[in-house]
């Protein structure tokens, strides 16, 4: 098989290009057919790929959107890295939105919808175009059950600050005001309900359900991202996912990249140095914390965190840490 004519360099350096750029540029109907481009949309060009990824496919949508478009719901949240459930990361169709007024967009993989004006803040950034983050955690109450949305929101208010990474994309209070401008829409009563468990800090999905899953069997309202500071640690100051620093408990939830060697070896250490200067140390992983809101193993994982607790003197009060 003839191997494809090389595209010129200013089609072959992007991501995904226009037909009608590349038609402009001299490559011919036959060139645009070929095995080694995929069309992901109509009017758009892309190496072909496996599996394209959520922003493959934005790039690839963007170079051929119309100026009254723009990304929304899980779309704008994937780009942004909210963390979203399983199956909404693994769906590669687009949400693409118009502002009332404007025909939706109706085109093969992509899901439209046409928005109020008065509820919806659009942002561009260089080619791309999308709701804003208080705007996009809105369009998700109908999507998500209530802890993710939770989730959701604990990640728009907290970013990757804790750990020195992005600030956070919008505050409570930006998110309270676009949930009163959603008011009577779908999902609304949700939107109210999460604001009032959103908490700056978890760093992840599992973290934010974990939470919540301890604060609604009874226990108390834990410390996120708790620095341990002790001089006995002779500097070293570590960070524990949840904790009870009046008990001295911490709770860890360990994803899957815990089971790398190296990784392994560190946490050990990390424990035995927390032990020794009298912390204890509940490790939490998916199995503990299935996508249920209560089942058998998380019921033994509060049961577990409870007697922790009461092993240094807390009495089943929901007050206090």
């Known amino acids: 098989m003839r191997r494809p004519a090389d595209l010129p360099p200013e089609l072959a350096q992007r991501a995904a290009f226009a037909v009608g750029d590349a038609r402009g540029a001299g490559v011919g109907r036959g060139r645009l057919a070929a095995s080694d481009l995929a069309m992901p949309f109509r009017g758009s060009r892309m190496p072909a790929r496996i599996e394209p990824s959520i922003h493959d496919l934005v790039q690839a949508y963007a170079v051929r959107m119309p100026e009254r478009q723009f990304f929304s719901h899980s779309t704008s949240a994937l780009l942004n890295g909210v963390p979203l459930p399983l199956h909404l990361e693994l769906d590669r169709r687009l949400h693409v939105s118009v502002l009332h007024g404007a025909p939706r967009p109706r085109v093969r993989g992509v899901i439209g919808h046409a928005l109020e004006r008065s509820r919806t803040q659009v942002l561009e950034s260089g080619p791309i175009r999308m709701t804003d983050a208080a705007t996009t955690w809105c369009q998700?109450?109908?999507?998500?059950?209530l802890d993710d949305l939770v989730a959701a929101g604990d990640f728009i208010i907290t970013g990757r600050m804790p750990v020195g990474g992005r600030n956070p994309m919008a505050s409570v209070e930006?998110?309270?005001?676009?949930?009163?401008?959603?008011?009577?829409?779908v999902g609304a009563a949700r939107l109210r309900e999460a604001l009032e468990?959103?908490?700056?800090?978890?760093?992840?999905r599992r973290e934010s359900r974990l939470r919540l899953r301890m604060i609604r069997a009874g226990l108390p309202q834990p410390a996120i991202n708790y620095t341990v500071r002790d001089a006995r640690l002779l500097g070293w100051e570590p960070m524990l996912d949840l904790a009870y620093p009046r008990f001295r408990v911490g709770i860890e939830y360990e994803g899957d990249h815990h089971r790398d060697p190296k990784q392994f070896r560190v946490d050990v250490s990390r424990y035995e140095r927390l032990y020794d200067v009298g912390w204890l140390t509940v490790r939490v992983t998916a199995d503990d914390l299935p996508e249920h809101r209560t089942d058998a193993a998380s019921d033994a994982l509060v049961t577990r965190i409870d007697a922790r607790l009461r092993s240094r003197g807390w009495d089943g009060s929901p007050a206090g840490r």
């Open 174 to 185: 930006r998110l309270r005001a676009a949930a009163e401008l959603h008011r009577g829409s």
């Open 197 to 204: 468990l959103i908490r700056y800090g978890p760093l992840s």
């Open 140 to 145: 998700l109450a109908p999507m998500l059950d």
